[in-house]
């Protein structure tokens, strides 16, 4: 009954939630008790009463055009493309020549391994388990990550890899498939099968950057109406996968099918609009996508891991035929994941055309490497009838590669993903880098010192008794005592002058990133200088966090955003207009830069007397900031003092035309916020809004 798909379906949202919470008092994986959960729901769907249970099913189109986009779309938004780019090398090689590495050792190794045992399956099945079992799953393994502390640049390295592989292991297994289903033709086959791969490989990003960029104008169109830019990101997700799926089943050009990887392409897209489209959102709605496609991602994933304990138990291999496959299975794959890692990056940190990956990084991405919804949506796809000439077995491929592809599944989350954090901890990973040494003790002292300065004010409002004031400050003294004692004893061979000056600046940093952000949502700057701003800035904190030379001008040479790099690459290829700021967005670009670097000064001007100087206490640290952002601000005065001279006339009007445009902006916010607090009926709010917006376009 329909009805009992529905009940199905709202009690096992209700079990992830609860298993949600269970994960997080137990500080256990959420996958992992998700999966345990499902596994346990097999026997209470045996109750006649609880059968309704099971009748919610993962279909194969259920999985591969609804929950898939949700999947790959949530992954890549919050990438940020300027920081793969920087990793990519090292990601390309591990997404694709690691992948490849992996799927044939799989494939070759068990061919000859289940022969061994007496247990003959052909070289295209254990082919097709490779290609499924190799993609490694981000959504577990980063939710670990950030809970036990990996460093910044492995955690995008993994998400990178686990991203760009999700792709090419779908397209290795659309090969294979293609050959079980419809036969091997000797070295045409293989010749197709690799023409098809790098096929639907380049095809899948040149066509999600088409997608990207139309949906990111349409944003942009539409901007203002909060409902229809959140549609359009939920559209470019399952759009670009269909006409994806559309334009590999439809086109056909010189008798070649024209495939291109829905996966590749849907996520290009997504990076597109979480890079280059979320500037050109509504503020409120910026802010909210995340949210948004972070509580999607929850929902699918949720229902995709607990159904995983189902679908095992399901199978009509049995068990005792199934466990010793299984268990070399697994084996096989921990050996190729192995070979997918050191071989490949020790060769890449011998070339030193990247920052080198150090061993104890290697050792994690080897271990780390869970598997997830991915394989399940592959294992899905193979159809039930789906068989070789010498398939000699009871059960069908389909239920054989099922088995095997769960049961390394089980593996990963309940083995792997639990001791992820021991192994962490075992390679020091997750030990405190020099500069997250001093970070810790001087935000700690903070806290604690405004925890008696918040003491006193409420002993001073007779809030609290003398005996209750008493026995707090000698707690928070002790404790803040305490912190001062362990700084002494645990930096004292460190270079704490560069390090807290180090810190200052990725403090004025934020300062500088926070106002800006405001600048931008006021509409005093447009979005090409916002992103110039912010990507200067992004460079200037990264430089910091790594202890590396900052900026003497703001007008240094920057590598511009890979989007931004793209577009201006266009329009100097088809004569556009010039990429370059005009006068009148230079003026703008400087205008900004001098009202941020003041801020600076200004801040830095009063850190002595806040109860900031318990982090940022180093006088001479302060002191060097300041002349260093002093110095930015003589000559960004010089360069502004310069281009008002040479264009005058036209930025005199200018100026006379942004004060229009703001004050017009302020009157609509003023608006807001009388009918925010109920001061004008609705009525009222309409009726001025619309009178004030035909003022503005009728000045």
């Known amino acids: 009954m329909n ?37 346990l729901l097999v026997p209470l769907t045996e109750v006649p009463f609880f059968s309704f249970i099971s009748s919610f099913k993962l279909t194969p189109e259920l999985l591969f055009f609804v929950f898939l986009p949700i999947l790959i779309f949530e992954s890549a938004y919050n990438i940020k493309i300027n920081e793969m780019i920087s990793n990519y090398r090292t990601i390309s090689l591990m997404a694709i020549f690691g992948l490849l590495i992996s799927t044939v050792f799989i494939g070759m190794c068990l061919h000859y391994v289940f022969a061994w045992i007496n247990f003959p399956v052909p070289i295209p099945v254990t082919l097709l388990f490779g290609a499924i079992i190799s993609a490694t799953d981000p959504v577990a393994v980063l939710a670990l990550f950030k809970d036990y502390g990996a460093p910044k640049r492995l955690t995008l390295i993994f998400e990178g890899e686990s991203l760009l592989n999700d792709g090419t292991a779908f397209a290795l297994f659309l090969v294979f498939l293609e050959i079980i289903t419809h036969g091997y033709a000797g070295t045409s086959s293989i010749g197709l099968g690799v023409l098809n791969f790098f096929m639907m490989l380049f095809g899948g990003i040149l066509f999600g950057l088409l997608m990207g960029f139309l949906f990111a104008k349409l944003i942009e169109w539409v901007r203002g109406y909060e409902h229809l830019e959140i549609t359009l990101t939920l559209l470019v997700a399952h759009l670009t996968f269909i006409l994806t799926e559309v334009i590999s089943e439809h086109i056909i050009i010189g008798g070649i099918h024209l495939r291109f990887s829905s996966i590749i392409a849907t996520m290009v897209a997504a990076i597109v609009i979480g890079n280059f489209g979320r500037y050109k959102m509504s503020h409120d709605v910026e802010d909210y996508m995340e949210r948004f496609w972070g509580y999607f991602g929850f929902v699918t994933n949720s229902l995709v891991f607990i159904l995983m304990g189902l679908l095992f138990v399901e199978q009509s291999i049995d068990v005792h035929v199934a466990i010793l496959p299984i268990v070399l299975a697994i084996i096989t794959v921990v050996i190729a994941r192995a070979l997918s890692i050191y071989p490949i990056l020790g060769l890449f940190n011998w070339t030193r055309i990247e920052e080198p990956i150090p061993a104890s990084w290697m050792h994690l991405l080897s271990w780390g490497s869970l598997r997830g919804s991915l394989a399940v949506i592959m294992v899905l796809l193979i159809p039930d009838d789906a068989t070789l000439p010498n398939w000699s077995h009871d059960f069908s491929v389909k239920d054989f590669v099922t088995a095997i592809t769960i049961g390394c599944i089980y593996f990963t989350l309940l083995v792997k993903a639990t001791t992820i954090g021991k192994v962490m901890n075992r390679l020091k990973i997750d030990a405190l880098t020099d500069y997250e040494q001093i970070g ?29 004031y008493q026995t707090l400050k000698a707690t928070y003294t002790n404790l803040y005592q305490a912190i001062s004692k362990d700084f002494k004893k645990h930096v004292g061979d460190l270079d704490v002058a560069h390090l807290m000056k180090n810190l200052l600046v990725v403090y004025v940093l934020g300062l500088e990133r926070a106002e800006l952000k405001e600048i931008y949502q006021r509409g005093e700057i447009n979005e090409k200088i916002y992103k110039k701003i912010l990507n200067l800035l992004d460079i200037q904190i990264e430089r910091a966090e790594r202890g590396h030379q900052q900026v003497n001008a703001i007008d240094e040479k920057f590598p511009l955003d890979v989007f931004e790099s793209l577009i201006n690459r266009l329009k100097q290829i088809f004569l556009w207009r010039s990429p370059a700021l005009d006068p009148q967005d230079l003026y703008i670009y400087y205008r900004t830069e001098l009202k941020l670097l003041e801020l600076v000064i200004e801040r830095l001007d009063t850190l002595p007397d806040s109860s900031l100087i318990e982090i940022f206490n180093d006088h001479q640290a302060i002191a060097e900031t300041r002349n260093l952002y002093q110095r930015l601000i003589d000559k960004t005065r010089l360069n502004l003092d310069q281009l008002v001279e040479d264009n005058y006339a036209l930025l005199d009007r200018f100026n006379v035309l942004s004060a229009q445009n703001l004050m017009q902006v302020q009157q609509l916010e ?11 009926t609705q009525k009222l709010y309409i009726m001025l809004r619309n009178e004030l917006s035909q003022e503005t376009r009728n000045p």
């Open 670 to 680: 003023i608006l807001d916020r009388l009918h925010k607090s109920e001061i004008i």
């Open 3 to 39: 009805l009992d798909i529905f009940l199905s379906l709202f009690f096992l949202m209700m079990i992830s939630l609860v298993v949600f919470m269970l994960a997080k008092k137990l500080r256990l994986p959420y996958t992992v008790l998700l999966v345990i959960a499902g596994s």
């Open 440 to 468: 810790y003790y001087r935000s700690k002292g903070l806290i604690y010192d405004q925890l008696l300065e918040t003491l006193e004010k409420l002993n001073s409002a007779d809030k609290i008794s003398t005996e209750q």
